[in-house]
């Protein structure tokens, strides 16, 4: 028999790191299960960056994430490691730093191990199941944390869940990141102009099949590597390994298409070499669990705080088009707005939180709470009120929102 753990969170990503280290941190056994054989999520499996920016826009000095993502941040600078002043980080660096953190902060990792399914009864979760190397194996907690990005474990326990827009249910698409070396970057302006140019010649003769509106290129801690989020994956479901797998193929058809056409015909990436592509595609969108509040895009566009909010954003509504080509975007029209705990919660839950992108909110508002700081400062509030679960003994949705929020930040 396994041991018991006090909290056993599922998912090494940007929610679940934070979850796990803020349970432990809050005095509790804690399991983190990871899938890969390295915690970080999108931002180091599929090699996103950079993580967007974190501070009000109305006051650049409010900085809105919760301590453990700055931590990273801190320990990512001490490192050469992040952008001076920025958000650009060395995702190969972070792996490192993200085992140590875990480690120095007690938490057992259970890499190579993939989530399959949960036992749940009345709301209470008892056990789940593993798929791990070496067979499958059973795992129990007093409280789980969901930090898989797509709501599995919630799913696998029977909580209700939702996918996409209201309509047709579409999600966002999946983009499979890559880089390329040897570039000419000291001008950005025109490597901008200039793959731009060629992409829309391209689209517009038909040699290149990517749906999206232009090239998203960001710089990276090398002069000469440039980091591309481009590639536009529609009507995926990022649930199934089907799903997946046929994304994989047509966006890795994309990137091929993208470095030879680029590399042709753009005398700025004349000795360019395609570096490396993401381990895995680019998931943007998938489930969302439904909680007993749904933040909506009003809440967003509107900066609305709540009494129990457990995280804060300022960055805007991004939605890339589920359909093919184009992105909207609407900004916060104020300081921030805040996650309340409810949206945490699964209807019905006692001992399950979430701890990723699949909060409860639609899919307006999703496309802006999913960003990386956000969903770290979600996850920390989901391990800190799994802790206080624990300690006092009462399920998650007695666990008072206000005294978390009060615990998570020092002005309110
Ligand atoms: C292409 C793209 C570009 C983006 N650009 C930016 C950007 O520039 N800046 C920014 O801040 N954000 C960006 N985002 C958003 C951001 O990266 C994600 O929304 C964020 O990482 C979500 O964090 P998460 O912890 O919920 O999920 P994830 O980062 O997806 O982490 C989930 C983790 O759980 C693991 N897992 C999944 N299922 C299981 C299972 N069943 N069992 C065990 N483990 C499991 C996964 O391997 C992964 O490690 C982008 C997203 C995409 C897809």
């Known amino acids: 028999m396994n041991k018991v753990y006090d909290v056993i969170v599922a998912g090494g990503g940007p929610g679940g790191i934070s979850a796990a280290v803020s349970a432990a941190r809050n005095g ?8 890969y054989g390295f915690a970080g999520g999108m931002a180091t499996a599929g090699l996103v960056n950079p993580f967007m920016p974190y501070r009000s826009k109305k006051d ?23 952008e001076k002043g920025g958000l650009i980080f060395d995702d190969e660096i972070l792996k490192l730093l993200l085992d140590k953190l875990l480690l120095e902060s007690k938490v057992d990792i259970l890499y190579h191990s993939l989530v399959t399914g949960a036992e749940c009864s009345k709301g209470t979760v008892s056990r789940i199941y593993v798929a791990c190397k070496d067979g499958e194996r059973e795992f129990e907690a007093k409280m789980f944390i969901d930090g898989t990005g797509d709501g599995d474990l919630a799913e696998f326990a029977g909580f209700k869940t939702e996918k996409g827009r209201k309509e047709d249910g579409a999600c966002q698409p999946m983009t499979l990141c890559f880089r390329l070396g040897g570039v000419k970057a000291d001008d950005w302006k025109a490597l901008w102009q200039e ?36 590639t536009r994956v529609i009507a995926k479901d990022g649930t199934t390994s089907t799903g997946l797998g046929e994304a ?3 966006a890795r058809k994309q990137v091929w298409e993208l470095f030879n056409i680029f590399k042709e015909k753009s005398p700025l990436c004349r000795d360019a070499f395609l570096m490396k592509t993401a381990s895995q595609i680019g998931v943007r969108e998938t489930r969302r669990v439904i909680g007993d509040y749904v933040l ?8 609305k705080t709540f009494d129990d909010g457990i995280a804060r954003s300022s960055y805007p509504i991004d939605i890339h088009n589920p359909s093919g080509t184009g992105t909207v975007l609407k900004d916060v029209e104020g300081a921030f707005y805040e996650i309340p705990y409810r949206c945490i919660v699964p209807t019905g839950s006692w001992n ?16 802006s709470l999913r960003v990386m700081p956000v969903v770290a400062s979600v996850g920390e509030a989901a391990g800190l009120a799994a802790a206080e679960a624990v300690k006092g003994k009462i399920g998650v949705a007695e666990v008072d929102g206000k005294k978390l929020k009060k615990a998570l930040f020092k002005d309110k």
């Open 248 to 250: 994989e193929i047509t």
């Open 60 to 82: 650049q000095n409010h900085c809105l994430p919760t301590p453990v993502f700055m931590g990273i941040l801190k320990s990512l600078s001490e490192n050469n490691a992040l």
């Open 296 to 303: 909506t895009a009003e809440d967003v566009v509107k900066a």
């Open 195 to 230: 793959l731009n140019a060629i992409f829309k010649e391209g689209k517009a003769n038909g040699t290149i099949s990517d749906p999206r509106e232009d090239v998203l290129i960001f710089r990276t801690l090398r002069p000469d590597v440039v980091h591309f989020n481009t």
């Open 352 to 367: 399950l939180l979430m701890a990723c992108r699949a909060i409860s909110a639609t899919h307006e508002a999703h496309s």
């Open 28 to 35: 509790m056994s804690v399991l983190m299960i990871e899938r």
